[in-house]
């Protein structure tokens, strides 16, 4: 079984990178690299790669190298775009930092975030869909009775949600949604928890809170990912929409959002229902859309605790799956992706000419 560190005649380059971590590997176990035509190159990477013990990962690594070939081939790739997609990529890297992902933006607008939270949340006729989580939840929301304001006094148009679980005692909600500007309070430079609120489920299922009516945002788009979607001719706004995030003993964590209609002015220039209809990142589903409706009664707004004489009402229910029933449909989706890929013996045929040097 020789080892890389056997071989004769090592460089000082190739001992110091053995030296400082480069991994020892037994060459028996490295696959002979034969045909590297373009129709041979593909498995050779794939059979290189085949040697991990990490079974997931090298199901993962194949199919990706597989579908990253296939794309290039398909598009017949230029060295020009191959550069452009490398220096975007380095951009979009560059401008990461703490408080910023650019990449995780990169995947909302190609739409692999929310098809990662399908593939990972699959539910089941008439139970409560989930949908992305976004960026701006944090853990420390107050925790307010049912019926009190997650928002500051003054804020928006007042609105009331409410609704009930199916039936779920003592479900955690946390909630959180944008201020009249269109901006949550974790961007502002002096964070104050604002029209965000953790709250629990009454004996009976049941959940209301007021809040204020949020308003369509625009997603980060001075970076590289905003001037991508300026070349493809897109816009960079996400409907108005009220996160929810569940957490019961029982069930399954679950996240998802509800974007409400108004009837409003506000969609003058641009109808609320086009947003909904084309979310930068593709977080609306047909079933978290809920009408808003406006109730014009002063005496049952005061009787909630509005200063106004007139609120917004948002009625929606939630359906939670128990832990077992999530893993079951999990198993599903796994199970029927597992058998769509194809396992390939990686017959490398045709021949080359390797020098080997004799000692
Ligand atoms: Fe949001």
Not at 259 to 277: C, F, K, M, P, Y
Not at 307 to 328: M, W
């Amino acid at each position: 079984m020789p080892k890389l560190s056997d071989v004769a005649h090592l460089g000082k380059a190739v001992t110091d990178s053995l030296q400082r971590g480069a991994p020892d590997i037994d060459m028996d176990t490295v696959p002979k690299m034969l045909d590297l035509s373009a129709e041979g190159l593909t498995d050779n990477v794939i059979a290189v790669n085949a040697n991990t013990g990490n079974q997931r990962q090298k199901l993962v690594m194949e199919v990706l190298v597989r579908h990253l070939h296939a794309f290039a081939s398909e598009v017949a790739l230029t060295t020009e775009e191959w550069k452009t997609a490398i220096e975007f990529l380095t951009k979009t890297g560059q401008t990461c930092s703490d408080i910023r992902q650019e990449f995780i933006l990169l995947s909302d607008v190609f739409g692999l975030s929310a098809l990662v939270d399908i593939l990972n949340h699959p539910k089941p006729e008439g139970a409560t869909e989930s949908t992305l989580l976004g960026p701006f939840f944090v853990e420390d929301a107050k925790t307010i009775s049912l019926g009190e304001s997650i928002a500051s006094e003054g804020k928006g148009e007042p609105m009331l949600v409410r609704g009930r679980g199916n039936p779920i005692m003592r479900c955690m909600i946390d909630t959180w949604e944008t201020d009249q500007d269109g901006f949550y309070d974790t961007q502002y430079t002096e964070y104050e928890n604002d029209c965000r609120g953790r709250l629990y489920t009454d004996a009976n299922g049941r959940y209301a809170f007021r809040g204020i009516l949020p308003v369509a945002y625009p997603i980060p788009n001075d970076g590289p990912v905003g001037q991508l979607l300026r070349t493809m001719h897109r816009h960079v706004f996400r409907p108005a929409h009220l996160h929810f995030s569940f957490v019961t003993a029982s069930s399954s964590l679950l996240r998802r959002f509800i974007s409400g209609v108004t009837s409003s002015s506000r969609g003058r220039h641009i109808s609320v229902d086009q947003l909904i209809g084309s979310d930068a990142v593709f977080g609306v589903k047909s079933s978290l859309i809920v009408e808003t409706t406006r109730v014009t009664d002063p005496d049952e707004a005061r009787r909630l605790g509005f200063s106004s004489d007139s609120f917004h009402l948002v009625e929606y229910d939630f359906v939670l799956l128990t832990k077992e029933e999530a893993a079951f449909e999990q198993a599903k989706v796994r199970h029927a992706a597992s058998s769509r890929i194809v396992h390939p013996q990686v017959e490398v045929v045709g021949t080359s000419v390797a020098l080997r040097s004799l000692p």
